[in-house]
Nanobody, 131 residues
Framework: QEQLVESGGGLVQSGGSLRLSCAASGFPLEEYAIGWFRQAPGKEREGVSC????????YYSNSVKGRFTISRDDAKSTVYLQMNNLKPEDTADYYC????????????????????????WGEGIAVTVSS
């Protein structure tokens, strides 16, 4: 059974760092592009950062560019999101999602993945940044 499981969330002070992990199982991760999305209370889900299947192409939303870094370790079936210099506005539930790489690009995934095209989603993990 295909599964994505997020971990690494929690409470952190403004300016702090967290590293989220997305562990994949039940499907060949190396064939999939992976994206991190977030949803704050009362807001739509938005794409934060996405990475191609071979990690040679990444996309970051303007709100996190320069602060977040996405990476993947297919040998460990895990995708990471390093989040530095966190701000209160980064508070949200964070989700990882997977889409077959041949049908999307990181930019397309991050811009449209909350609406369509994703094959699997994790259940999400909370990140809270206090001021």
């Amino acid at each position: 059974q295909e599964q994505l499981v997020e971990s690494g969330g929690g409470l952190v002070q403004s300016g702090g760092s967290l590293r989220l992990s997305c562990a994949a199982s039940g499907f060949p991760l190396e064939e999939y592009a992976i994206g991190w999305f977030r949803q704050a209370p009362g807001k739509e889900r938005e794409g934060v950062s996405c990475v191609s299947s071979n990690a040679d192409n990444t996309y970051y939303s303007n709100s996190v560019k320069g602060r977040f870094t996405i990476s993947r370790d297919d040998a460990k079936s895990t995708v990471y999101l390093q989040m530095n210099n966190l701000k209160p506005e980064d508070t949200a539930d964070y989700y990882c999602g997977a889409a077959i790489a041949s049908l999307t690009s990181p930019q397309a995934m991050c811009l449209n993945g909350m609406y369509y095209g994703m094959d699997f989603w994790g259940e999400g993990i909370a990140v809270t940044v206090s001021s």
